[in-house]
């Protein structure tokens, strides 16, 4: 798969940091799934935060949500249009990440393919680096 990421984000205020490489990537199916919400809610100019959070019986989760701005500190860069941002800590586990959205007859969700993950949790919730 190739990473259509790019640096060329929206210039990044004196809060941000623009990164040179994105920490994590997003399949096609991920950016429709977040362009098709920001559509539906109105949230254009939104970012996509993923950040690695305390979460489930394997320590750490994935926490995702649509921002009107990003946080002071946070790495940000654009992707096929969708604007982006992550702090450094989760940078740590989020390196090389692939986030795509995958439909199937009984669920849909996004899914995290992590190098950085040691173990899962039988739920598939959460993760050990």
Do not use: H
Request: aromatic content about 8%; glycine content about 10%; hydrophobic content about 35%.
């Amino acid at each position: 798969m190739e990473n259509t990421a790019t640096s060329a984000a929206s210039t990044p205020t004196s809060s941000q940091a623009q990164t040179e490489k994105p920490a994590f990537s997003l399949a096609p199916g991920a950016v429709a799934q977040v362009k098709d919400v920001i559509a539906q809610q109105g949230f254009e100019g939104y970012f996509l935060t993923v950040r690695v959070v305390p979460a489930g019986c394997s320590g750490l989760g994935y926490d995702l949500n649509l921002l009107k701005d990003s946080k002071p500190g946070d790495l940000v860069w654009t992707q096929d249009g969708v604007q982006i941002a992550t702090d450094p800590v989760s940078v740590t586990y989020l390196t090389g990440t692939v986030v795509d959205y995958v439909k199937t007859d009984t669920a849909a969700g996004f899914k995290f393919t992590n190098p950085n993950a040691k173990s899962t949790c039988g739920c598939g919730t959460s993760f050990s680096a």
